[in-house]
T-cell receptor, first 111, second 113 residues
């Protein structure tokens, strides 16, 4: 059974204070690791897909990296508008179209 | 309309009511999904449809009944719900098989009294 654990559950940063969110996973053959951003009361917004260890993707202040056991979402010089819950999900070989999600990290950036 | 839309955005119902949630995708996808999101819990997959055929039912109680008349529309029919069914219900779509990213709608906030 695929499993995803995200840490920390919540993270408070000052504006400009860089940090990283962690997503640890176990999966029977990774066919994709996905990062989403979710604002309160809204649906998750797709950010990145990573497929293999060593892969990196960037978008504005966000950078996602992948190893064989975990993924990190690095946030450089965050702004208050980066405040949201960040979700990680995996798709394994035996999962068809299905994704397994972690519990998310709630990020709060204070000005 | 673009992306994935859901109606209604908010719904309050009694335990004896019957209601339906609607989802429509404008992305040309052929797979659609229902998820439940409760406070303090990860997203829970409920149902998966590929090319209008249900391919996954994640042990969901029969008081939730999905319907997928075509690849663009998905419904979730609700009847005799329990207060613990109160949650955010999210619809998503993707290409079937190939492109794996799922794109989500804004959700329906359901409250069962």
């Amino acid at each position: 059974e695929d499993q995803v654990t995200q840490s920390p559950e919540a993270l408070r940063l000052q504006e400009g204070e860089s940090s990283s969110l962690n997503c640890s996973y176990t999966v029977s053959g990774l066919r994709g690791l996905f990062w989403y951003r979710q604002d309160p009361g809204k649906g998750p917004e797709f950010l990145f897909t990573l497929y293999s260890a060593g892969e990196e993707k960037e978008k504005e202040r966000l950078k996602a990296t992948l190893t064989k056991k975990e993924s990190f979402l690095h946030i450089t010089a965050p702004k208050p508008e980066d405040s949201a819950t960040y979700l990680c999900a995996v798709r394994g070989n035996n999962a068809g179209n299905m994704l397994t999600f972690g519990g998310g990290t709630r990020l709060m950036v204070k000005p | 309309e673009t992306g994935v839309t859901q109606t209604p955005r908010h719904l309050v119902m009694g335990m004896t009511n019957k209601k339906s949630l609607k989802c429509e995708q404008h992305l040309g996808h052929n797979a659609m999904y229902w998820y439940k999101q409760s406070a303090k819990k990860p997203l829970e997959l409920m149902f998966v449809y590929n090319f209008k055929e249900q391919t996954e039912n994640n042990s969901v109680p029969s008081r939730f009944s999905p319907e997928c008349p075509n690849s663009s529309h998905l419904f979730l029919h609700l009847h005799t719900l329990q207060p613990e069914d109160s949650a955010l219900y999210l619809c998503a779509s993707s290409h079937s098989g190939g492109g794996p990213e799922q794109f989500f709608g804004p959700g329906t906030r359901l409250t069962v009294l």
